[in-house]
């Protein structure tokens, strides 16, 4: 019944934009924060930015920082991720994690199935 619906990957060139998108479905998406992770090949998965649930706060890993946006729009239960300047590094599977928190405690947490994301000339 919960679902995470990726969409948006693909191949782009260096210096390139890419718009991710998941829609949610099948829970309370206001109450929680969302995030996106991604993991290259032969790498570890880390997190790349994430979002409050009503918005009012984000983080971002510094080697997207300032490329890299990511935002909300609770009236669709979706969350998105904008890309920019895309770098060959970028490239990796990008994931979408729902994460429910309550005082700092970790309740529930849903993910996506992940998209290709390919930077390459």
């Known amino acids: 019944q919960v679902q995470l619906v990726e969409s948006g990957g693909g191949l782009v060139q260096p210096g390139g934009s890419l718009r991710l998108s998941c829609a949610a479905s099948g829970f309370t998406f206001s109450s929680y924060a969302m995030n996106w992770y991604r993991q290259a090949p032969g790498k570890e998965r880390e997190l790349v930015a994430g979002i409050s649930g009503d918005a009012g706060t984000t983080s971002y890993a510094h080697s997207v920082k300032g490329r890299f946006t990511i935002s909300r729009d609770n009236a669709k239960n979706t969350v998105f991720l904008q890309m920019n300047s895309l770098n060959p590094e970028d490239t990796a599977v990008y994931y979408c994690?729902?994460?429910?928190?309550?005082?700092?405690?970790?309740?529930?947490?849903?993910w996506g199935q992940g998209t290709q994301v390919t930077v390459s000339s």
């Open positions: 994690n729902a994460e429910f928190r309550m005082f700092g405690f970790r309740r529930d947490q849903y």
